[in-house]
């Protein structure tokens, strides 16, 4: 007989419930440090290229056209289209992380996606709690990933993915 007087248990998605294992925190934040180092290889000899001395004893801060893109345009573009072509930037593939959406689990759109990457803005505003947010959230979801429907994972060792034998 169950107990009146005991609240109802609420149906909290885990990740035991899925074929998929969300990645946390420190390994996300790892891999940001990866993608950011990456961008900054790329950029900072290109601007030093077409800039000079300038790009870093100059006061302003916007240098011209090719600073815009590099600094601005380049990042976004580079950005959803690892997420786009490959589900995940190169510091995500190091980790066998991927982007999939959050209730099919399969890629997102590309609606999302564009979504996803301009809500890092609220997700830093205050503090960047919205990525903090990921180390104690059960499916390990930033606010961005909320907001754009989204969740960041590994398969499981045991999983068997669509198009996959098991045992392959």
Do not use: C
């Amino acid at each position: 007989m169950t107990d009146p007087y005991r609240s109802p248990s609420a149906a909290l998605e885990t990740e035991a419930q899925f074929d998929f294992q969300p990645v946390g925190f420190w390994i996300r934040l790892v891999a940001s440090i990866v993608d950011s180092a990456l961008f900054l290889a790329i950029v900072f000899p290109l601007s030093w290229l077409i800039y000079g001395d300038a790009f870093f004893n100059s006061e302003s801060l916007y240098l011209g056209f090719w600073d815009g893109v590099l600094n601005y345009v380049f990042p976004i573009a580079a950005t959803i289209a690892f997420w786009k072509f490959r589900s995940a930037t190169p510091g995500k593939m190091i980790f066998g992380a991927v982007i999939v959406d959050a209730d099919s689990h399969d890629k997102p759109s590309t609606g999302q996606l564009i979504g996803r990457y301009f809500s890092y803005i609220p997700a830093t505003l205050v503090f960047f709690l919205g990525f903090l947010w990921i180390a104690w959230d059960p499916l390990k979801q930033g606010w961005h990933d909320k907001l754009a429907g989204t969740m960041v994972v590994r398969r499981r060792k045991d999983s068997v993915g669509p198009g996959q034998a098991s045992g392959s």
